[in-house]
């Protein structure tokens, strides 16, 4: 690949820079003088974005200054040499003498990454450096970095010595990723192992090892500043350290890993787990996924939820069509602001649900998938399924990717994978799968669903509370919640206004109910940090009728919450019901009640405030219920 993107008059061996943005703007003029980007000051501004994210100096006097840019018209890689050394902010405090600039398109091929894979085979041959510092011309510069390294025997190196696993990554997978499996797959061979490494890089995991190869290898080396699965070295020699040691040295790095303890981690240390320990690594991995899409979901909830609250609160009127802001006003953008982050949030849970299963190449179909799954036009239904769809969109994508970017492809379509084949095909497949095959259910059970309800408005009014409260709290926004509350808004039409009634009592338990639990079960420790702010939030949008609010409680722990706010939102409903009250407009929550839309406003609060209540305490309950079975199991 290099051998495409350099050439003799990409070298400048007499660099007259005498600073690190001097030596950026000294190489990105090369590159602009062949033709190989279109605006200097562009690339320069990306280059120096690059840098932001994490020095690219590193030891003996190398730095790979990278980007991707719209400037870039052909990939190109320039290299320079300053004699007298830059300081470019190296981590071993030393100056910088040799400099290789990276430019690729962007939304191009990821060429920085597979020229950087082969430049670091390069810079850890024994001598390399030096000997490209001293080289006097352009041709022997090229020729020093072109040729091909033959291996060579070791000098009274044992042969056969065992197996050793390495594992390498860097927090932007790119540069040290690459130079420390270079070095561990030398220093190894020097000391007559056989190794294989796997690469946490950018373009993805490649060459993980499988369960045979782990049980037959005699030592593994973790050197890694990104998480990565543990579990499956439990009963080997394991020695975990940052991914810079084994380019300081990576034998010394082999000898302490043969003599490391056994690594015991979260699984038995036997090498064949049971089907017990994998079901429960395997609701530890969904667990671990669901919280990284919660995770970035709960500031647009929270965001979302308190703009549209404030908006309402303060410049909302009940009207026939529900609770409306004049056109125009100030409060009316600010509503605009909270819609803008609330329709984001369903989108984000499942992107990053996704990125947590396969990283960066399945962060864009993530995303798509949870705006189709959220928007029932995509497939014929009048709502979209809500963050449960989102959960199920994040999955899907999350392991169809997975398995993508785990082919083994041709060298020249790898760099593609990631920012291309991944990405259109995890789109493509979530999107067929949700117009062509889940999308026709969920608009027939919505159908359904309005038919039951139908049906059923002339019967017992205890039982339709329950089936109208359930839906309500179920969801919170998905399919069952908007078929309760559109059938609900229809019988206003036609002058029955006490399901609306029942309804708005049930809209905001769910997340008036998750707030009054995160403080209930603060001596229990049953939530954590992030869960009690997102209570206080919840509150504030259930006053004003918001049961989105509760969504990232279910979200992160279904079994408690999902039943606690349906039974809530059920006795809410009823009752409602057996009050009599009855509400005028299309919108829910203490709000109305306050604004005199509701005949009963106080007994409606009553119902609000019940609800909620056996919401919290059942969700508290259940939680403790759980926590104690998982103390046991792990006792």
């Not at 990939?75 to 007298?84: D, F, L, R, T």
């Not at 004049?326 to 600010?334: C, Y």
């Not at 095909?425 to 949700?434: D, E, K, M």
């Not at 299309?586 to 109305?592: K, L, S």
Request: proline share 5%; glycine share 10%; aromatic share 6%.
């Amino acid at each position: 690949m290099i051998t495409k993107l350099i050439n003799e008059n990409l070298i400048k061996l007499d660099l007259q820079a005498t600073s690190k943005e001097d030596v950026f703007k000294e190489m990105v003029a090369v590159l602009h003088a062949q033709g190989r980007i279109s605006d200097q000051e562009q690339f320069l501004a990306d280059i120096k974005a690059r840098e932001e994210l994490g020095n690219t100096g590193f030891e003996e006097g190398v730095a790979i200054p990278h980007a991707k840019s719209s400037a870039v018209i052909e990939p190109a890689v320039v290299i320079g040499v300053s004699k007298s050394g830059i300081e470019y902010g190296a981590e071993d405090g030393l100056p910088s003498k040799l400099f290789f600039m990276i430019a690729s398109p962007d939304g191009g091929d990821n060429h920085h990454i597979e020229v950087l894979a082969e430049l670091s085979s390069k810079l850890i041959e024994d001598g390399f450096i030096d000997a490209f510092l001293n080289t006097t011309n352009n041709k022997d510069a090229l020729a020093l970095l072109l040729a091909k390294d033959e291996p060579k025997p070791v000098a009274d190196a044992p042969a056969n010595q065992g197996f050793i696993i390495g594992v390498t990554g860097c927090p932007a997978g790119v540069a040290h990723t690459y130079l420390a499996a270079e070095a561990l797959e030398k220093g190894a061979a020097a000391m007559g192992y056989q190794i294989k490494v796997e690469t946490n890089g950018s373009i993805g995991v490649k060459n993980s090892p499988t369960a045979e190869e782990i049980e037959r290898a005699d030592a593994i080396i973790v050197a890694c500043d990104k998480q990565v699965d543990m579990n499956r070295f439990a009963g080997k020699r394991v020695v975990k350290t940052n991914v810079k040691a084994p380019i300081r040295d990576a034998q010394g790095l082999i000898n302490q890993a043969l003599t490391a303890p056994e690594f015991q981690g979260d699984a038995n240390s036997s090498s064949q787990a049971s089907v017990a320990d994998k079901a429960s690594q395997a609701r530890s991995d969904l667990y671990r996924y669901l919280m990284n899409g919660v995770s970035h979901m709960i500031p647009f909830v929270v965001t979302g939820g308190l703009l549209i609250a404030l908006a309402l609160a303060v410049g909302g009127q009940p009207t026939e069509a529900g609770m409306a802001i004049p056109d125009g006003s100030m409060w009316n953008q600010i509503l605009n602001v909270g819609v803008v982050a609330f329709t984001l949030m369903i989108p984000i849970l499942a992107g990053y649900i996704a990125y947590a299963i396969a990283d960066r190449p399945a962060l864009a179909p993530g995303l798509i998938g949870g705006w189709i799954a959220n928007n029932g036009s995509f497939y014929g239904a009048e709502a979209g399924t809500g963050f449960i769809g989102a959960i199920i969109a994040g999955l899907l994508v999350g392991y169809f990717v997975k398995w993508i970017t785990s082919i083994n492809y041709h060298k020249f379509i790898q760099p593609l994978v990631p920012i291309m084949i991944a990405p259109i095909t995890g789109s493509l497949f979530i999107a067929g799968l949700f117009i062509f095959v889940i999308g026709a259910p969920i608009a027939s059970l919505m159908d359904g669903l309005t038919a039951l309800l139908t049906s059923m408005s002339t019967g017992n009014v205890v039982l339709l509370g329950i089936v109208l409260g359930g839906m309500a709290g179920f969801d919170m926004g998905g399919p069952f919640n908007k078929v309760a509350f559109l059938f609900s808004v229809g019988m206003i039409a036609s002058g029955q206004t006490q399901f609306m009634g029942a309804m708005a009592c049930a809209i905001p338990v769910a997340p008036l109910g998750m707030a009054l639990a995160t403080a209930l079960g603060r001596k229990f420790d049953l939530f954590e940090a992030s869960e009690t702010e997102a209570g206080k939030a919840a509150g504030a949008m259930g006053l004003v009728g918001i049961s989105e609010g509760a969504i990232p409680f279910a979200a992160q722990d279904p079994m408690s919450v999902i039943p606690a706010n349906v039974l809530g939102s059920m006795v809410a409903a009823v009752m409602a019901f057996s009050f009599g009250i009855t509400n005028s407009v299309a919108h829910g929550g203490p709000v109305v009640a306050l604004l005199g839309a509701m005949n009963f406003p106080v007994l409606a609060l009553l119902c609000m405030a019940t609800g909620a209540t056996v919401t919290a305490v059942t969700c508290v309950t259940l939680k403790k219920v759980r926590k104690a079975k998982m103390v046991q199991a792990a006792a």
